[in-house]
């Protein structure tokens, strides 16, 4: 054989292993995927997950509405509130009700009402995106939860996706509800021990969907508050420079 096609035969073997390794990597094991299946079908259902457009919700003390049919997003705590374009980060910021000119400043806060945005919306409905592209699901076994109830338990990982794609997080399914009443997030993959376990708990109807809003663990009291998933809202929503009533 010519070096040339050695050459050939040995960068096709090459890039044949890649892509075995991308695939391997990307792949959810089949009981993981029909855990979550069922997550997805207790939850509302993925049409009515994709029908829900708005969302409105407090979290540590900011208040959001999120419209994800036209990629909206109002963020605000005390007298600072942004509203921004969830695909292009473009946006407006005002404080103190008169908007931010100074675009240094401007851009800076954009960028942390984006980034907000990802984490905030996770920590309401992180159950409906468990096979997001780049999402792998691992089924880990089966073990209780913090109070004792029995539980599936799945390992969520994700490849080139997010602002944090190190993360990992490990969720309990309960066994008779089908619903995560349970998580806890590693902030690298390779970390043995999770940074929090929190519960995932006291679910509600919100429009279609089932929403939790216990994040509480034995350490720390925490809830999600004021969460909303109305048909429509107000113009004023997304145009108000000052902070808003709750939906």
Same mark, same amino acid.
């Given at each position: 054989?010519?070096?040339? #096609?050695? +050459?050939?035969?040995?960068?096709?073997?090459?890039?044949?292993?890649?892509? @075995?390794?991308? $695939?391997?990597?990307?792949t959810?094991?089949?009981?993981?995927?029909?855990?979550?299946?069922?997550?997805?079908?207790?939850? *509302? *259902?993925? #049409? %009515? /997950?994709?029908?829900?457009?708005y969302l409105?919700w @407090?979290?540590?003390?900011?208040?959001?509405?999120?419209?994800? =049919?036209?990629? &909206?997003?109002?963020?605000?705590?005390?007298s600072?509130? %942004?509203?921004?374009?969830?695909?292009?980060?473009d *946006?407006?910021?005002?404080v103190?009700g008169?908007e931010?000119?100074?675009?240094?400043?401007?851009?800076?806060?954009?960028? &942390?009402?984006y980034a907000?945005w990802i984490?905030?919306?996770? /920590?309401? $409905?992180?159950?409906?995106?468990?096979?997001?592209?780049?999402? @792998?699901l691992?089924?880990?076994?089966?073990?209780?939860?913090?109070?004792?109830? #029995?539980?599936?338990?799945?390992?969520?990982?994700?490849?080139?996706?997010?602002?944090t794609?190190?993360? #990992?997080?490990k969720l309990?399914v309960d066994k008779?509800? *089908?619903?995560?009443?349970q998580?806890?997030f590693? &902030?690298n993959?390779?970390?043995?021990q999770p940074?929090?376990?929190?519960?995932?708990?006291?679910?509600? +109807?919100?429009?279609?969907?089932k929403?939790?809003?216990? &994040?509480s663990?034995?350490?720390?009291?925490?809830?999600?508050? =004021?969460i909303? %998933?109305?048909?429509?809202?107000?113009?004023k929503?997304?145009?108000?420079? @000052?902070?808003?009533?709750?939906?």
């Open positions: 054989m010519s070096y040339l #096609k050695k +050459t050939k035969a040995l960068l096709l073997l090459c890039l044949l292993m890649l892509q @075995t390794v991308f $695939v391997l990597a990307q959810s094991d089949a009981k993981a995927k029909s855990i979550a299946d069922r997550v997805m079908k207790n939850m *509302g *259902g993925e #049409k %009515a /997950w994709n029908d829900t457009r409105a @407090t979290f540590n003390n900011q208040y959001q509405v999120w419209d994800k =049919h036209q990629n &909206r997003f109002r963020w605000e705590k005390d600072l509130v %942004a509203v921004i374009d969830t695909q292009t980060k *946006g407006k910021v005002y103190a008169q931010l000119q100074n675009p240094e400043e401007k851009q800076k806060l954009l960028e &942390r009402a907000l984490n905030n919306s996770y /920590w309401l $409905v992180m159950p409906f995106k468990l096979q997001d592209p780049g999402v @792998t691992k089924y880990i076994g089966e073990e209780a939860t913090m109070d004792g109830a #029995k539980a599936d338990v799945l390992e969520m990982t994700f490849e080139n996706v997010g602002l794609p190190q993360n #990992k997080y309990w008779n509800d *089908g619903l995560i009443t998580w806890a590693y &902030r993959y390779n970390d043995e940074a929090f376990t929190r519960f995932w708990n006291d679910y509600k +109807t919100y429009g279609s969907i929403l939790a809003s216990n &994040r663990n034995p350490q720390s009291d925490f809830r999600l508050m =004021h909303a %998933a109305p048909a429509s809202v107000p113009d929503v997304f145009n108000s420079p @000052t902070p808003i009533e709750k939906l």
